[in-house]
T-cell receptor
Framework: SQTIHQWPATLVQPVGSPLSLECTVEGTSNPNLYWYRQAAGRGLQLLFYSVGIGQISSEVPQNLSASRPQDRQFILSSKKLLLSDSGFYLC???????????????FGPGTRLTVL | AQSVAQPEDQVNVAEGNPLTVKCTYSVSGNPYLFWYVQYPNRGLQFLLKYITGDNLVKGSYGFEAEFNKSQTSFHLKKPSALVSDSALYFCAVRDTSGTYKYIFGTGTRLKVLA
């Protein structure tokens, strides 16, 4: 069966510090991968998605970036965090290739980021 | 533009009563529709989906949803609510414009009162 991991679970960082959040998926190949941010326990904001290694689509450029160095690894980064970057970050995957467009999206456990 | 609307920020229901969480959508072409539930400080959990076929879809934990094409709705229902159903519920639709994105509603907080 497929499993999605995110780490760390919680993170407290000072303003201006760098960020690296990691997401990995097991049990599938060539997944579509997604990064979302959720503020105040409400709506989801799509940040980035990827349909393959090195292929990143940005929805909200801001001061965040994403990379996909391996098929099942998706990394969210920032060089300098802002207060407004605080939130709950969720990674998700869905079937790629022949399953793209019909498959369910599955979410990781999330990372709670607090920028002070 | 493609969109999903959840018109209620919060729904309160007494334990044992039926519950409905509303969702309407706007997409071109055939919609692929999903419901998720989120508990505090957790990721979203998939409940059910409609891709094609029977308009009544059954999912996890006794939830079901009815797809209504004429009303462009996909309301989530459960015949008898439990206190443990209290959570944040999201409706989503797969974008049909050629991207691989999913469009989410703003979420509805369900409170089941004992």
């Amino acid at each position: 069966s497929q499993t999605i991991h995110q780490w760390p679970a919680t993170l407290v960082q000072p303003v201006g510090s760098p960020l690296s959040l990691e997401c990995t998926v097991e049990g599938t190949s060539n997944p579509n991968l997604y990064w979302y941010r959720q503020a105040a326990g409400r709506g989801l904001q799509l940040l980035f998605y990827s349909v393959g290694i090195g292929q990143i689509s940005s929805e909200v450029p801001q001061n965040l970036s994403a990379s996909r160095p391996q098929d099942r690894q998706f990394i969210l980064s920032s060089k300098k965090l802002l207060l407004s970057d605080s939130g709950f970050y969720l990674c998700a995957w869905s079937g790629g290739g022949a399953f793209a467009g019909r498959d369910t999206q599955y979410f990781g456990p999330g990372t709670r980021l607090t920028v002070l | 533009a493609q969109s999903v609307a959840q018109p209620e920020d919060q729904v309160n229901v007494a334990e044992g009563n039926p519950l409905t969480v509303k969702c309407t959508y706007s997409v071109s072409g055939n919609p692929y529709l999903f419901w998720y539930v989120q508990y505090p400080n957790r990721g979203l959990q998939f409940l059910l989906k409609y891709i094609t076929g029977d308009n009544l879809v059954k999912g996890s934990y006794g939830f079901e949803a009815e797809f209504n094409k004429s009303q462009t709705s996909f309301h989530l229902k459960k015949p008898s609510a439990l206190v443990s159903d209290s959570a944040l519920y999201f409706c989503a639709v797969r974008d049909t414009s050629g991207t691989y994105k999913y469009i989410f509603g703003t979420g509805t907080r369900l409170k089941v009162l004992a």
